[in-house]
Structures are given as C-alpha cells and as structure tokens.
C-alpha cells in the first residue's frame, strides 16, 4: 500500500485572534475556511489542490497525487478565506514526516542525552535531520541525495550530523544559564555548556573523519583520456602520462 503525503498547516496568532475577536462579541466568523496551494517550485506558480475551502476546523489535508516518497518535491501555501472570498497573504504549509524520516527522527533523539532531547521538539529533531542532510551534500564532494534515495549505509554519517545541528539549536540557551559562584570559600559551578561543546567537538572529529572516504564511493566521477584503468574516487581513466590532476581536485574539493 503506497501512502500519500499529508499536508498540515497552524492558524497564524493575527489570524487566530480576529476569529477569537469576532467570536466574543457574538460575531460571524471573518474566515470561512482555507485554500491550499501546492508547486514543484518554491517560487514558481502554485496550484489550488481545493474546489470549496477547507473548513477552519480542518488542519490537514492529503495529497492523493502526491505519494510521501516523492514529497520532497513539493511546496504547500495556505492562504485563509473570507466570506466575501477574498484571501489573506500566504502562509507555509508542512508535510507530515515519511516512514524513514520518522525512523531516521526516532534514532536521532534517542542518540541524544535525555536532558537535551526533552528541549527539542518533533520540528526541531527533524529540522536537524535536513540540515544534517544538506551539510553532507555540501561536503566535497558534492552529492544530492534526498530522504528518499540516502543509501542505508550513509545514515549513521547523515546522524552523526544531525546531532551536531540538534546539539547547536541548543547550546547558546543552555550556556548562557551556565553559572559559577564563590563566596567564602563555598563554590558553585554549572557547566552544560562546555559538555555540550564537548560532544560537539566529538561528533566533528568523527565527522571529518569518516565523510570523504564514505562519500567517495558514492560520488559522479569524471573522466580523463586513455586506456589505464584506476580507482573510480580518482576520476576513472586517465592518460598513460599524465594523471588527471584537475579532475581529482574537482572530487576531492581541494
């Protein structure tokens, strides 16, 4: 059974208090419903997914022409509807997370300590998740792996990252409640941030480690001229004289 990607927005605070408004003076509701928007690109021309608004007391909404594989793909606006049904400015939708982001999450806040996971809400471990993901594409070399098609042996790497990300949405709060105190010879000390700068400087030295020979292997290579065969990581055949040099800079990212 192939599951279709859920959509789901949040009634913006300026919205939600003219509805509140209205409703204590025993007005009529000044939004009748939403209409929700959808694009394969962030900044191009949307598509209204709804014929009638979607009631307010509505927050979700499935895609049927959109499986949750392919999610990644898409963009969602809502704007709120008046009962003259005129509209209110765009406002983001989000997707609900696919099977593996939601294994991918779960791993993730179980690798953190239980004193930073309980500080992170479901949006922040998955916000770590895509920017772990985004920096190791950025990593030279360069890849573009997605969610969906990041190879099940990358994910401890992908992790690894995402924690470090989690670890940095969290350590400026936690360091400046840090604290240390003296007085006659009676002291006080509390120190989370320099443990928190701790398992960061840990995961980056795995990080910087392990990332290049990992993403070697998975890498586009280019290639050279001639018949003399060598590691693809190098850039796959070169000339009988003369190595490719530049083909190598351009995968290694030196």
């Keep these: 059974m192939a599951f279709n990607t859920i959509v ?22 000044p939004y009748i419903g939403v209409n929700l928007y959808r694009s394969q690109s962030e900044d191009g021309d949307y598509t209204k997914l709804n014929t009638d608004p979607i009631p307010l007391s509505q927050t979700e909404y499935e895609d ?3 499986p949750v594989t392919s999610k990644d793909g898409f963009h969602y606006l809502v704007r709120f509807v008046r009962p003259d049904y005129s509209e ?94 003296s007085d006659n010879g009676l002291s006080l000390s509390i120190d989370r941030g320099t443990k928190v700068k701790t398992a960061i400087d840990m995961i980056n030295s795995f990080v910087d480690k392990y990332i290049l020979p990992y993403k070697w292997n998975y890498t586009p290579m280019g290639s050279g001229f001639g018949t003399i065969p060598i590691p693809l990581s190098l850039g796959g055949k070169m000339t ?5 040099i530049l083909d190598i800079f351009n995968v290694t990212g030196r």
């Design 64 to 66: 049927a022409q959109v």
């Design 240 to 244: 009988a004289q003369i190595l490719n």
């Design 88 to 181: 209110t400015i765009y406002y983001l939708a989000y997707t609900r997370p696919s099977p593996r982001e939601l294994r991918l999450c779960t791993l993730l806040r179980n690798m953190l300590s239980p004193f930073l996971s309980a500080m992170l809400t479901d949006d922040d471990i998955l916000a770590g998740l895509w920017l772990g993901l985004r920096a190791f594409n950025l990593y030279p070399p360069q890849t573009s792996f997605t969610i969906a098609d990041l190879p099940s042996d990358l994910e401890p790497l992908v992790l690894m990252m995402a924690a470090m990300f989690a670890f940095v949405q969290r350590y400026v709060p936690v360091a400046i409640t840090d604290l240390s105190y």
């Design 8 to 29: 789901y927005w949040r009634i913006p605070p300026e919205i939600q208090e003219e509805i509140d408004r209205a409703r204590s003076q025993g007005l009529p509701d």
